[in-house]
């Protein structure tokens, strides 16, 4: 079957050259949405960072009245402990990744639709398989107008070590 060029098929010539260009700027555009460079935190700025977070750890901390005795020391270590603070704050993460994880684990519905529409129909003229000749009458083979819609659903269940 061969399609002669006329009005009607133009713009598909058009099309077919202007498609690896069109790819081409494509793939340079996300290859370079790829390429971040991270800035590094100067000096002034990580010790900013530091004082906001010392503050925000010690500032549930009743103040010093005075002298303090071994017995209140030792008291004062047990209860404002960073190392038992840091401790407890990893075992909260790790159970809500732990939860978080879960969720992963149920299952994904995914649903995307769209429409292709033109202003007139798609045609062609087409030649005859057993003369050879050129059938004299356009056709067209598609919708003016075309929907389309997608429905998928993922379950990823993974066992783990038992």
């Given at each position: 079957?061969?399609?002669?060029?006329?009005?009607?098929?133009?713009?598909?010539?058009?099309?077919?050259?202007?498609?690896?260009?069109v790819?081409?700027?494509?793939?340079?555009?996300?290859?370079?949405?790829?390429?971040?460079?991270?800035?590094?935190?100067?000096?002034?700025?990580?010790?900013?960072?530091?004082?906001?977070?010392?503050?925000?750890?010690?500032?549930?901390?009743?103040?010093?009245?005075?002298?303090?005795?071994?017995?209140?020391?030792?008291?004062?270590?047990?209860?404002?402990?960073?190392?038992?603070?840091?401790?407890?704050?990893?075992?909260?993460?790790?159970?809500?990744?732990?939860?978080?994880?879960?969720?992963?684990?149920?299952?994904?519905?995914?649903a995307?639709?769209?429409?292709?529409?033109?202003?007139?129909?798609?045609?062609?003229?087409?030649?005859?398989?057993?003369?050879?000749?050129?059938?004299?009458?356009?056709?067209t083979?598609?919708?003016?107008?075309?929907?389309?819609?997608?429905?998928?659903?993922?379950?990823?269940?993974?066992?783990?070590?038992?």
């Open positions: 079957m061969a399609i002669k060029g006329n009005a009607s098929t133009g713009g598909i010539c058009r099309v077919s050259r202007i498609f690896p260009l790819l081409m700027v494509m793939a340079v555009v996300s290859g370079n949405g790829c390429a971040i460079k991270p800035i590094p935190l100067t000096e002034g700025e990580v010790q900013v960072r530091v004082n906001e977070d010392r503050a925000v750890l010690t500032k549930e901390q009743e103040p010093l009245n005075g002298p303090v005795d071994l017995y209140e020391a030792m008291a004062r270590a047990l209860k404002y402990n960073l190392d038992a603070r840091v401790e407890l704050m990893h075992k909260m993460l790790a159970q809500t990744q732990l939860d978080l994880s879960h969720y992963a684990m149920l299952p994904r519905l995914a995307n639709a769209g429409f292709d529409g033109r202003n007139n129909f798609p045609g062609g003229v087409a030649q005859s398989l057993l003369t050879g000749r050129q059938v004299l009458e356009p056709f083979s598609a919708e003016r107008n075309i929907f389309s819609a997608d429905l998928s659903l993922s379950w990823n269940v993974v066992r783990g070590p038992q």
